[in-house]
């Protein structure tokens, strides 16, 4: 399990009233905590997106390959393949 970590952030300005305007009674979030939580859920979640997006991509490519493009191999080969250095 990872350990808690805490952050101290400064925000001010325009950035702080928008922050204030998300918080509390007025916003969707009861606390500052609560709402920078949620941000960093999302962003995690906007990269693991961007990830996946990337993999399939990859993979769309490979399948889309001609079947003359792939060689065939037994585990043996696989093996001694990737034991070289």
Do not use: C, W
């Not at 922050?19 to 859920?41: F, H, M, P, Q, T």
């Amino acid at each position: 399990m990872s350990k808690s970590m805490t952050l101290n952030v400064r925000v001010s300005g325009t950035l702080g009233d928008f922050v204030a305007a998300n918080v509390g009674e007025s916003g969707s979030y009861e606390n500052v905590s609560e709402y920078v939580r949620d941000l960093i859920r999302r962003d995690k979640a906007r990269v693991e997106s961007e990830h996946l997006g990337r993999l399939k991509a990859e993979l769309a490519i490979a399948f889309a390959a001609p079947e003359s493009d792939y060689q065939s191999l037994d585990a043996d080969a696989v093996i001694a393949r990737n034991g070289r250095t």
